[in-house]
């Protein structure tokens, strides 16, 4: 996994575990009320609900938050694996030029090679007729 997606993790795990603190206990209070057998419309009843409801809001609220972010994420990611797929193609490309080249190169002296070989051979062979041999 990347470093990326570990923190989003991270960042979502942190944000879920913050919510249940919050909420653990909310849920547990409101399960108490009505096991007293709490009137649902009381205040102190009402004010769980919204608050329950509050909690969830945020919860949605932060869950497409991480997602959005997510999503931002993965597009500038894929952009910059496009740029370097993109580069390495270019880079190839020259790569190649070049090797192309030394290719030329090498058989360009090769041959430069063979017609001073066949000029020393030709001298060699002279001399004995020079030196009168």
Do not use: Y
């Amino acid at each position: 996994m990347s470093p990326t997606t570990l923190l989003i993790l991270a960042a979502v795990a942190v944000i879920v575990l913050a919510l249940a603190a919050v909420g653990i206990p909310l849920i547990a209070r409101v399960r108490a009320q009505e096991a007293t057998g709490s009137d649902p419309a009381s205040p102190a009843s009402s004010d769980s609900l919204s608050e329950m409801r509050e909690i969830g809001q945020r919860i949605e609220s932060l869950v497409s938050q991480q997602q959005e972010q997510g999503e931002t994420q993965r597009q500038r990611l894929a952009q910059q694996i496009d740029t370097v797929q993109q580069t390495v193609g270019e880079q190839r490309v020259l790569v190649d030029g070049l090797r192309s080249e030394v290719r030329h190169e090498a058989k360009r002296r090769d041959h430069e090679l063979d017609d001073i070989r066949s000029q020393i051979a030709s001298i060699q062979q002279a001399m004995p007729a020079l030196t009168g041999g």
